[in-house]
């Protein structure tokens, strides 16, 4: 097995490995726990997984997280199919923005595998952004007020005082759960997490959960969090994965954040995701 790195921050591809044949104790099972933790995002080309492998491989790295909100694939309770049809255009879709999942739970989930099933002939990609990176490269007078700071996060997409517009255009491939009051619970998480393993800090906001800084108002944080963004998703920090038929992806959601891009109206999409999970933040 061997890892290539993808850019000088962000993801590694990995060959000489079959994934439907891995064990899960064995010396590379151990190999890409330690390589998760180095790259953030681990990439495999031409790898025949069904679900069921796929569910294997995922517990390679935590039990397997059914995460709330998203109704799964009718194939498997574990499993939730990333799905925009052809004759679905112009629509906001799953993931369309910087994010690290579901990141308003108590425990946000620890990664996601995805594997790709049906892709479009162009477009589809996936962005991800080193969060340790963006950390240990914050601007010191940046740094200064936000180290040690909790950020409240809250389940804004499907609770009510942050819900979308009513009218928005989305994706009804993937069926989400909207107007749930208990989404609009706040929970604060530390602005720096750290990585349990290494003990490196990963900056731990985002733009679609992220609302405030614990002990001050929306609008006294706007500023400091918009600066915090636009460092996170610095171009430095990201890799972009093209999709090809057998592609498998695993990324750390504690020390990166994703993004998945839009671009391909007209044609179908179909990638199945699982989820293992993770910690509190500390």
Same mark, same amino acid.
């Given at each position: $097995? ?173 069926? $989400? ?6 989404a609009d619970r706040e929970i604060p998480h530390p602005i720096a997490r750290e990585q349990i393993s290494t003990g490196r800090k990963a900056l731990f906001v985002n733009p679609i959960y992220t609302t405030r800084i614990e ?68």
């Amino acid at each position: $097995m061997r890892f290539n790195p993808l850019t000088g921050h962000t993801g590694a591809e990995v060959d000489r490995i079959d994934l439907a044949k891995l064990a899960p104790d064995g010396d590379q099972a151990h190999a890409l726990r330690d390589g998760l933790d180095r790259f953030g995002v681990l990439v495999f080309r031409a790898q025949d997984v069904d679900l069921a492998a796929q569910k294997r491989l995922t517990e390679v790295f935590g039990p397997i997280l059914r995460v709330p909100y998203i109704t799964p694939s009718p194939e498997d309770p574990d499993v939730i199919a990333v799905l925009k049809e052809a004759d679905e255009v112009r629509v906001s879709i799953f993931g369309g923005d910087w994010h690290s999942d579901f990141s308003f739970l108590e425990k946000p989930p620890g990664g996601s595998v995805l594997v790709a099933r049906d892709l479009p002939p162009y477009g589809g990609d996936t962005l991800w952004a080193n969060q340790i990176a963006a950390w240990e490269t914050l601007p010191d007078d940046l740094r200064g007020k936000v180290e040690g700071r909790a950020a409240i996060h809250v389940g804004a997409p499907y609770g009510v005082a942050h819900a979308p517009p009513p009218d928005l255009r989305v994706s009804r491939s993937v069926k $989400m759960t909207r107007g749930d009051p208990a989404a609009d619970r706040e929970i604060p998480h530390p602005i720096a997490r750290e990585q349990i393993s290494t003990g490196r800090k990963a900056l731990f906001v985002n733009p679609i959960y992220t609302t405030r800084i614990e002990g001050h108002s929306h609008g006294e944080s706007a500023d400091i969090l918009d600066r915090l963004y636009r460092h996170a998703t610095r171009p430095e920090f990201i890799c972009r994965l093209r999709w090809s038929p057998g592609t498998v992806a695993i990324w750390d959601n504690r020390t990166t954040l994703h993004y998945a891009i839009n671009d391909y109206d007209g044609h179908r999409r179909l990638l199945h995701r699982t989820t293992f999970a993770g910690e509190r933040p500390v």
